[in-house]
């Protein structure tokens, strides 16, 4: 490998390979939007030497590029659609492994199946309704009708009831009965009796309603796991992003490596920018590093050889080279992830709405069709007849709605949630969140911006200093020129890693950097700043600070007028963290809090009655969002806390966490309307099938009346409208 | 009534017509990426083509 070549990072790690060499690798790119784009980002990308084709998915962002031999660069791929003006970023291969959606196609499949059946069996049951109401219909004919929708019908329910046949019987052998059970048994109870009656030639068949009813069920099944779908792939893509490759020494080559194959004693280069892989021990280099994201921390620390370097801590100004004490399972991220894990644990027993409602459902239901064969054979109606009316039962009170009432709720609320930038994870997420009365921030990232600005500082003041900060990499110099503006940039500019850079402004030698760089003695190490000076002249101090976001004081108000308490808990010290509460009005905060006890105070809150929604970004809230009985977490937090989170935000708005909240709280009312007319359609239809009062047609009326009013009012637009 | 012999047997030959073209938009990956679709249909130098699954 030539020199020049060592410098560049290895990434060869994202490509994936098949045994012919033949290569592939994913980007995720953003910006793009118009086949004008699409053109341009393909045919740029496949005109490389080495890349076979290369292809843009619209909908996920996703480039799918083949390569042919090794002769393609991953980076080169990468800089040429940068080049373009669009965001690219490689995809972990780990990640991106995308497994086919099988669960998603198969109930794609039944209900294309059932939705065939269910249309077709009526050209065969609506003559046959006509003849129940005394048309001219002669009872062969009646009879022929009959046959020929059960050669229609039954195929169709056998192969579209699949899902629910097996989901039914794995509950059954674990000895318990889920919603499944009762709609099996109600599917093949009404097959059996459809059959006797055509050959006993009887007037009642229901071959359309077996169909017509998985076809209503597969409906409710696949929006839930549309839902589940999108949200696991957006919240993967997002980790994708943040992808843990480390670079390793091995001799004087750098190669990437994933971080989950570094050991203990790797020595690991961690460039300006980059997060550091593992624990470890600084051995070569000086560089500030910003601990922000796993003590809260925003003040950067001043790090040289032998100084302790946490995973997750993100590098600043110079190149570092370092030798790992832990291996990743055993960093620092370990304790807090035990922590993770008993709080996912305590989360997943919470029971949704729908499975409240089935445990309720099912024993009735079963009890009911069950009393009204006995009942009615005891009450000298004959088996045939009683097992009829008990047929009817069944199926008037097929849990259709109730299938519907929740998931089309939860999937309306949750793709509004997606037009305004909030990720949700699962339509269990929705729920706890409608339930939230106290909500918790972290600090830095979340209420503020998670990024140094200025603070006031004289503009001719400001106009000296810039042309050094322009010629400088060191993110405050990128926030100092940032406010100036464009302009000259200072000539023979050397940067020195973690101390500062020196160059010539008209003419004259000047320095900006750190303190000590500059000539200062010792600088106010509690705040955040630059010097800058000419030789032999007055220093000058530039104080940098992280603002609060521009809407947080207004969407803290607004969490206020939901009826909701509203507290700061922070890592950071305590005279940033009381400022930035004052400023965004809220009156109670803690700081100087370790993770654990964060995730101690949310228990607490806990034990006394509290649903806590915690609002954080940093490793050092991973536990506490765990934790809390529902979380959100920013797009830029770290992939530990998005994992642990219910919700992603994905803007910059703070004002989508009262937006969310009001969601849920809407979808919430909307499915308990849904399940109250469940429940009142079942009540009156279950007595009316008991006493025999059902016919095929009013039970298809029935049937598919109910679903539609319980999808209309997930659809309806007025409310979602919010405020 | 005998026409029923041959009109019922044809319209379900059509509907499972329709099934069939279902799945086949289903396997050759035509649900994959619709906003793109749509953009590309515009362009005759784009591959209007679905991508081949793996």
């Not at chain 1, 801590?313 to 399972?329: F, H, I």
């Not at chain 1, 035990?338 to 729908?354: D, F, I, K």
């Not at chain 2, 012999?5 to 086949?24: D, E, K, N, Q, Y």
Request: charged share 20%.
């Amino acid at each position: 490998m030539s020199a020049s070549l060592t410098l560049e990072r290895d990434l060869e790690a994202f490509v994936r390979r098949d045994e012919a060499g033949r290569g592939r690798l994913e980007l995720l790119v953003t910006g793009a939007r118009c086949a004008a784009c699409i053109r341009k980002i393909e045919a740029a990308v496949a005109g490389l030497p080495g890349v076979a084709s290369a292809r843009l998915n619209l909908t996920t962002g996703k480039l799918a590029v083949e390569l042919a031999g090794n002769e393609a660069h991953p980076e080169r791929v990468v800089e040429i659609v940068e080049g373009l003006g669009y965001r690219a970023c490689l995809f972990d291969p780990a990640e991106a492994v995308s497994a086919i959606d099988r669960e998603g196609r198969e109930l794609a499949v039944a209900l294309g199946v059932a939705g065939f059946g269910a249309g077709n069996v009526m050209m065969f049951t609506v003559p046959a309704w006509a003849g129940l109401f005394g048309q001219e219909l002669t009872p062969a004919t009646l009879t022929l009708m009959y046959w020929m929708a059960a050669i229609v019908a039954t195929p169709c329910a056998l192969f579209a009831g699949r899902p629910f046949f097996r989901s039914a019987w794995a509950s059954l052998k674990r000895g318990k009965a889920n919603m499944d059970v009762p709609i099996s048994i109600g599917v093949i109870l009404t097959l059996v009796v459809s059959f006797s009656e055509t050959m006993l030639r009887g007037q009642h068949a229901y071959f359309d309603a077996a169909v017509t009813l998985l076809f209503l069920l597969l409906i409710g099944r696949y929006l839930d796991h549309r839902l589940r779908a999108n949200a696991r792939s957006a919240a993967r893509d997002l980790l994708a992003l943040q992808t843990p490759i480390a670079m390793r020494l091995s001799g004087e080559a750098e190669q990437g490596v994933p971080v989950a194959e570094i050991v203990v004693g790797d020595r690991l280069v961690v460039a300006p920018g980059d997060r550091v892989p593992v624990d470890g021990l600084v051995e070569a280099g000086h560089s500030e590093i910003d601990n922000a994201l796993i003590t809260g921390e925003t003040a950067l620390a001043p790090v040289t050889v032998g100084a302790r370097l946490h995973a997750g801590a993100l590098n600043l100004s110079g190149r570092l080279v370092m030798t790992a004490t832990a291996r990743s399972e055993g960093s620092t991220l370990a304790a807090i992830a035990r922590l993770m894990e008993a709080g996912a644990q305590t989360r997943s027993a919470y029971v949704r709405l729908a499975d409240k409602a089935a445990a309720l459902y099912v024993p009735v239901v079963h009890t009911v069709a069950a009393a009204t064969f006995v009942g009615g054979w005891a009450l000298g109606l004959g088996p045939r007849e009683a097992l009829l009316r008990a047929a009817a039962v069944l199926i008037v009170t097929c849990p259709c709605a109730l299938g519907l009432a929740a998931p089309a709720v939860q999937i309306a609320a949750s793709s509004r949630l997606f037009r305004k930038g909030v990720l949700v994870k699962s339509g269990a997420a929705l729920e706890r969140l409608a339930k939230v009365d106290h909500v918790i921030f972290d600090k830095t990232g979340v209420l503020t911006e998670g990024r140094p600005r200025l603070v006031d500082a004289p503009d001719h003041l400001l106009t000296l200093a810039a042309p050094l900060a322009r010629a400088s990499r060191h993110p405050l110099a990128k926030a100092l020129a940032a406010q100036a503006g464009a302009g000259p940039v200072a000539a023979e500019a050397i940067e020195t890693a973690g101390q500062g850079v020196e160059g010539l402004i008209d003419g004259r030698r000047a320095r900006l950097g750190r303190a000590a760089f500059v000539g200062i003695k010792d600088g106010d190490v509690r705040e955040t700043e630059l010097w800058f000076g000419f030789e032999n002249d007055v220093k000058i101090r530039f104080v940098f600070e992280d603002r609060p976001r521009t809407d947080a004081a207004e969407a803290i108000t607004r969490l206020r007028h939901m009826g909701l308490s509203v507290e700061v808990l922070s890592g950071d010290l305590a005279g940033p963290v009381r400022d930035i509460s004052q400023a965004v009005g809220v009156d109670h905060w803690r700081a100087g809090l370790t993770p654990f006890d964060k995730a101690a105070i949310v228990d607490g809150l806990k034990a006394h009655g509290r649903k806590v929604l915690m609002v954080g970004d940093g490793l050092n809230d991973a536990a506490a969002l765990a934790k809390a009985h529902a979380s959100m977490a920013p797009g830029a937090a770290v992939d530990a806390a998005q994992n642990a989170a219910d919700l992603v935000v994905t803007g910059e708005d703070l004002g989508a966490v009262a937006e969310a909240i009001d969601t849920a709280r809407s979808a919430r009312r909307r499915a308990l309307e849904n399940f109250g007319f469940s429940a009142l359609y079942n009540f009156v239809a279950m007595p009316a099938a008991m006493a025999g009062l059902v016919n095929p047609f009013i039970a298809a009326l029935a049937m598919s009346g109910s679903s539609i009013v319980v999808l209309l009012n997930a659809a309806r637009p007025r409310l979602w409208r919010g405020r | 009534m005998n026409i029923v012999l041959f009109l019922a047997p044809a319209s379900i030959g059509l509907g499972a017509l329709g099934l069939l073209a279902f799945f086949w938009t289903m396997r050759s990956g035509q649900y994959e990426d619709p906003k793109g679709d749509a953009e590309r249909i515009l362009y005759d130098h784009l591959d209007e083509k679905p991508p081949v699954q793996d």
